[in-house]
């Protein structure tokens, strides 16, 4: 099981649930529904798409769940200033992958989605490395990334991050991987 991953700088903090979100859970599952209801976070990954508040709701109870059972663990990019979440990552461990996908080998994957007003900010490719860092001395050394041809910039924030091309995952998407010392 992950410990959890907290991550600071001036700007934002990276986190999972926490006992405090509990009584901020509404507003938390308002900020979900709005990245996951975003047309411009969506364009590339429409079948993430949530339609109603309840959805959000029910995806937040479902990945709190998750974390504490070692299947996804959830962190939430918090805007310090603005005290609102700006963007999900989410960790699936390869148990969970192995469900899902037929592969050769099971990595933990990383997908992440920004608020469309998040966009070229540079917010992941500022804190990938750091959060695959801080997996790396969890003694996890393989991850891996599913991302759509057509999305130039998470590819690019992959390849920063030395996430490199590693064959293609299906007729949309290609997988990307980086293993750390």
Same mark, same amino acid.
């Given at each position: 099981m992950l410990k959890p991953i907290f991550l600071e700088n001036?700007?934002?903090?990276?986190?999972?649930?926490?006992?405090?979100d509990l009584g901020r859970f509404e507003d938390l599952s308002s900020d979900i529904f709005s990245i996951l209801s975003d047309d411009q976070t969506l364009k590339f990954i429409?079948?993430?798409?949530?339609?109603?508040?309840?959805e959000a709701e029910l995806f937040l109870q479902t990945m709190v769940m998750n974390y504490h059972s070692g299947h996804n663990y959830i962190h939430f990019i918090t805007h310090k200033q603005l005290d609102k979440v700006i963007g999900i990552i989410d960790?699936?461990?390869?148990?969970?992958?192995? $469900?899902?996908?037929?592969?050769?080998?099971? /990595?933990?994957?990383?997908?992440f989605y920004l608020s469309g007003f998040a966009s070229g900010c540079y917010i992941?490719?500022?804190?990938?490395?750091?959060?695959?860092?801080?997996l790396s001395d969890q003694g996890i050394s393989k991850i891996g990334a599913v991302v759509n041809r057509k999305n130039i910039a998470a590819r690019k924030v992959l390849e920063k991050a030395n996430f490199r091309y590693k064959a293609k995952f299906?007729?949309? $998407?290609?997988?990307?991987?980086?293993?750390? /010392?």
């Open positions: 001036d700007t934002l903090l990276i986190h999972p649930f926490r006992p405090e429409p079948g993430k798409r949530l339609n109603s508040l309840q960790l699936i461990s390869p148990e969970v992958a192995r $469900q899902h996908y037929q592969m050769d080998h099971y /990595p933990f994957f990383i997908e992941m490719t500022e804190i990938l490395p750091q959060l695959i860092d801080n299906d007729m949309l $998407q290609d997988l990307y991987e980086t293993t750390t /010392p």
